[in-house]
Every structure is written in C-alpha cells, then in structure tokens.
C-alpha cells in the first residue's frame, strides 16, 4: 500500500527571549513555520532541498520510502518489546530465586545482573517505544544532526491522496 505523499512543518526560531524572574525562567520561543508536501520514493529514501523563507538557508529534508518507514518502525518496536522483556524477566526471575533460595545479595554478579537487566531492559524500552512511536520517516538532515538550533521539524503527517 504507497501511503502517498507527506506534509512537513518546519520551524526557523527567529527569537527567543529568556526572561529571568526571580524563581522561574520564561522563555518566549517565536518561530516562523512553513510548509511542504513531499512525495514518499517507491523504495529506499528520497532527499529534498527545501528552502527557508525566512532566512533562505537551504535545508535537506530526509523522506523515507513506505516500506523503509515499515522497517524501521518495525525495528524500534521489536527493540522495545524484547528490552520490555527482558525487564521483565529479570523481575521475575529475581523473584523465582528468592522464592527458592532467600534473598539475592544485591552486589552478588547475580543480583547486579538482575538489577542492571531491569534498568537497562526498561530503558532501552522506554526509548526505543518512544522513538517507535515518534518515527515518521521524515526528518531534516542538518550536519550530523536534525536541528542547527534555528530549523527544526515541527510536525508531519500523511496526506491523503486528493486533500490538500
Ligand atoms: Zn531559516
């Protein structure tokens, strides 16, 4: 099934001001959006040259193909559901050894591997099902990262074929 094309929203922050208050911060964040609709490729991914209307600065949009955006999201959330497990597991193992030979010394290699598989289990868990649920497939390539601190990927979202 080809999703059709996508809409993106992007930001270019023109001002930010700090307010400093006695006890808080107000920070007044003021952006100027624009948009785009692009075509998803039929396969791998697609780079688009976008340019900023307010500042004119040429920005690449990444977009990827349907089935890559499958892909990836199925990676995140098998990532997730397996680290999910394996916090789990090491919960209830912890558990099932106690229940049969007493308490787990907490610095015994058993008890430190238990605590680090539910720690780490949870977070990875926690990221990858957060990446999984925020992945698009669509993002700003700018150097290494997504953002120069000015322009940023605000929202996107699929369109239907005939919307506008
Ligand atoms: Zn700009």
Do not use: N
């Not at 809409?7 to 785009?36: D, G, I, M, P, W």
């Not at 597991?89 to 049969?100: I, P, Q, R, Y």
């Amino acid at each position: 099934m080809h999703e059709g094309p996508v809409k993106v929203v992007v930001r270019h922050l023109f001002e930010q001001k700090s307010l400093f208050l006695v006890v808080a911060v107000r920070e007044t964040f003021r952006y100027r959006l624009f948009s785009a609709e692009v075509d998803r490729p039929e396969a791998g991914m697609r780079i688009i040259d976008l340019r900023c209307p307010a500042c004119g600065e040429e920005l690449l949009l990444v977009v990827d193909s349907d089935g890559l955006l499958r892909t990836r999201r199925r990676t995140r959330l098998l990532t997730a559901l397996i680290a999910a497990a394996v916090a789990v597991l090491s919960v209830l193992l912890g558990f099932g050894v106690e229940a049969a030979a007493g308490p787990i010394p907490i610095g015994s290699p058993l008890g430190v591997a238990l605590m680090l598989g539910f720690l780490l289990g949870g977070l990875v868990a926690g990221v990858a099902g957060y990446s999984w649920w925020q992945y698009r497939g669509v993002r700003l390539s700018i150097g290494l990262g997504d953002t120069d601190g000015v322009h940023s990927l605000q929202d996107s979202w699929p369109l239907r074929r005939g919307d506008s």
